[in-house]
């Protein structure tokens, strides 16, 4: 095999391993990749080092074998040496994993966009297949809408239609809503499942009114016959998408087709939304979740470090259950710095490293019955924005300002969302706060940071440690 050759062969084996396994390991453990040799029945390649090639051959070989082998069926058996060599620019044989990581995820956001603009839905690729049922942890609180899901899943079209999903972030109404697409897919497979959130559907429909192609967008809505919108909540205050959403509704609805929502709130709370939409979640079949126990929440760190291949000793799991929050995003972000710290620093889970980890992170206090208290108690929103804007390093004045930059609006964001979430002021004295904002405007801009924090994980920790300081 030529040199073209092999870098053709290196680049198809690089894509599919890119659909087989995690982004966070594939970045971890895949810098670069060269091949040394391809002969009769089996393929070696170059790492970079001899951390990659002892994770990659422990947790990947099979994946990458299987790869392999569909590209050359002749192949037995591949394997891995180190190359220190592999990172030097002159090395043209080396595949930057990273780069061509970015490439390929690029060009699957720019299909997915061209397809969403087609009159005809191929298949939508959101559904994340990972979803389904069996790995769902059931506690109390969201039986009602597991079994709700499951009966949609089992007989869509005439159980639960429409359904209405409601409950805080990070509870589970998106595996669940994914999980039930995915059943339905498996049974029904020449139906057309839609499942996408409210950004993406207010996006499709500004497309669609500046091309001025909305009968098209109605016609795309007409073929299919399920859609699952996730996140309702993103389309307040913006009228005329939710004037287009009423109409669709209604088409699918008198067609008998089958429509799934969620919702962080009960409809009953839904203020922002047009008096009609809101009416008319109303008589819909409405279940709630609410936040896992200590027991659940145990449940779901063991569920998932079994998923990871990744045995925690049962007294951590327990100190970590009691220890963290009350979302199932927070159990899986504490889970990924564990296996972290023990992969790259070979530390092991005991319940000391554990709660210095947890301490570092600004989610405990509570260090093996070191009952440390805070460093102060909030006492005013003055003290919680200075402290805010020293955290971010900008001025008072920024922050309550009307200066839209990202660096002051962020902080503006962090500080609206901790007055109300966790000093418990109402909506419109934190308008008066900010420049005499009304409540409609500090309520979104509190809803725009869940939405932020539910994919940015720094942030997430940078409230922690906020919290941490200021004692709430």
Same mark, same amino acid.
């Given at each position: 095999?030529?040199?073209?050759?092999?870098?053709?062969?290196?680049? /198809?084996?690089?894509?599919?391993?890119?659909?087989?396994? +995690?982004?966070?390991?594939?970045?971890?453990?895949?810098?670069?990749?060269?091949?040394?040799?391809?002969?009769?029945?089996?393929?070696?390649?170059?790492?970079?080092?001899?951390?990659?090639?002892?994770?990659?051959?422990?947790?990947?070989?099979?994946?990458?074998?299987?790869?392999?082998?569909?590209?050359?069926?002749?192949?037995?058996?591949?394997?891995?040496?180190?190359?220190? %060599?592999?990172?030097?620019?002159?090395?043209?044989?080396?595949?930057?994993?990273?780069?061509?990581?970015?490439?390929?995820? &690029?060009?699957?956001?720019?299909?997915?966009?061209?397809?969403?603009? %087609?009159?005809?839905?191929?298949?939508?690729?959101?559904?994340?297949?990972?979803?389904?049922?069996? %790995?769902?942890?059931?506690?109390?609180?969201?039986?009602?809408?597991?079994?709700?899901?499951?009966?949609?899943?089992?007989?869509?079209?005439?159980?639960?239609?429409?359904?209405?999903?409601?409950? %805080?972030?990070?509870?589970?109404?998106?595996?669940?809503?994914?999980?039930?697409? &995915?059943?339905?897919?498996?049974?029904?497979?020449?139906?057309?499942? =839609?499942?996408?959130?409210?950004? +993406?559907?207010?996006?499709?429909? =500004?497309?669609?009114?500046?091309?001025?192609?909305?009968?098209?967008?109605?016609?795309?809505?007409?073929?299919?016959?399920?859609?699952?919108?996730?996140?309702?909540?993103? @389309?307040?205050?913006?009228?005329?998408?939710?004037?287009?959403?009423?109409?669709?509704?209604?088409?699918?609805?008198?067609? /008998?087709?089958?429509?799934?929502?969620?919702?962080?709130?009960?409809?009953?709370?839904?203020?922002?939304?047009?008096? +009609?939409?809101?009416?008319?979640?109303?008589?819909?079949?409405?279940?709630?979740?609410?936040?896992?126990?200590?027991?659940?929440?145990?449940?779901?760190?063991?569920?998932?470090?079994?998923?990871?291949?990744?045995?925690?000793?049962?007294?951590?799991?327990?100190? !970590?259950?009691?220890?963290?929050?009350?979302?199932?995003?927070?159990?899986?972000?504490?889970? &990924?710095? =564990?296996?972290?710290?023990?992969?790259?620093?070979?530390?092991?889970?005991?319940?000391?490293?554990?709660?210095?980890?947890?301490?570092?992170?600004?989610?405990?206090?509570?260090?093996?019955?070191?009952?440390?208290?805070?460093?102060?108690?909030?006492?005013?929103?003055?003290?919680?924005?200075?402290?805010?804007?020293?955290?971010?390093? =900008?001025?008072?004045?920024?922050?309550?300002?009307?200066?839209? +930059?990202?660096?002051?609006? !962020?902080?503006?964001?962090?500080?609206?969302?901790?007055?109300?979430?966790?000093?418990?002021?109402?909506?419109?004295?934190?308008?008066? !706060?900010?420049?005499?904002?009304?409540?409609?405007?500090?309520?979104?801009?509190?809803?725009? @940071?869940?939405?932020?924090?539910?994919?940015?994980?720094?942030?997430?920790?940078?409230?922690?440690?906020?919290?941490?300081?200021?004692?709430?």
């Amino acid at each position: 095999m030529d040199k073209t050759s092999e870098i053709l062969f290196l680049k /198809n084996v690089i894509k599919e391993l890119v659909e087989k396994i +995690r982004k966070t390991d594939f970045l971890t453990y895949f810098k670069k990749l060269s091949i040394v040799s391809i002969d009769e029945n089996t393929v070696v390649f170059w790492v970079i080092s001899s951390f990659a090639k002892d994770n990659i051959s422990h947790k990947f070989y099979s994946e990458i074998k299987q790869i392999v082998v569909a590209i050359i069926p002749e192949i037995k058996a591949i394997d891995f040496i180190v190359d220190s %060599n592999i990172d030097n620019p002159s090395n043209h044989k080396s595949i930057d994993c990273l780069k061509e990581y970015k490439e390929l995820t &690029n060009k699957k956001k720019k299909e997915e966009i061209e397809d969403s603009n %087609n009159v005809e839905w191929s298949e939508i690729k959101t559904i994340n297949e990972k979803y389904k049922f069996e %790995n769902f942890i059931v506690w109390p609180s969201n039986q009602l809408p597991f079994s709700a899901c499951e009966a949609v899943s089992r007989k869509p079209w005439s159980a639960y239609n429409p359904l209405f999903i409601y409950g %805080n972030v990070w509870l589970g109404k998106t595996h669940l809503l994914q999980a039930t697409g &995915n059943a339905i897919k498996s049974k029904f497979k020449d139906k057309k499942v =839609i499942y996408t959130t409210a950004d +993406r559907f207010a996006n499709d429909y =500004i497309t669609n009114v500046k091309k001025r192609t909305i009968e098209k967008m109605k016609e795309k809505y007409r073929s299919i016959d399920v859609l699952v919108i996730d996140d309702v909540q993103f @389309l307040s205050w913006k009228e005329q998408t939710q004037q287009e959403l009423y109409n669709i509704f209604n088409i699918l609805y008198e067609s /008998n087709k089958q429509i799934i929502l969620s919702w962080d709130r009960a409809p009953r709370e839904l203020t922002e939304l047009e008096p +009609r939409l809101k009416s008319r979640f109303e008589w819909w079949i409405i279940v709630d979740i609410s936040e896992p126990d200590f027991e659940t929440r145990l449940a779901i760190l063991q569920e998932k470090s079994r998923a990871r291949e990744f045995i925690i000793p049962q007294e951590v799991a327990e100190f !970590i259950a009691y220890n963290s929050g009350s979302n199932v995003r927070e159990l899986e972000w504490i889970l &990924n710095q =564990i296996i972290a710290e023990y992969e790259l620093h070979n530390t092991p889970p005991t319940i000391e490293n554990v709660a210095a980890r947890l301490n570092k992170l600004a989610i405990t206090d509570k260090l093996l019955g070191n009952n440390k208290t805070k460093k102060m108690s909030i006492k005013s929103y003055d003290e919680l924005i200075d402290v805010v804007s020293e955290h971010f390093a =900008i001025t008072k004045k920024d922050i309550l300002s009307e200066d839209r +930059r990202k660096e002051n609006q !962020i902080p503006r964001q962090v500080a609206m969302y901790l007055l109300k979430n966790y000093l418990n002021y109402t909506l419109e004295r934190i308008g008066n !706060i900010f420049s005499w904002r009304n409540h409609s405007a500090v309520l979104y801009s509190c809803k725009k @940071l869940e939405q932020i924090l539910k994919k940015d994980q720094k942030l997430f920790y940078e409230i922690n440690v906020l919290r941490d300081k200021l004692g709430i």
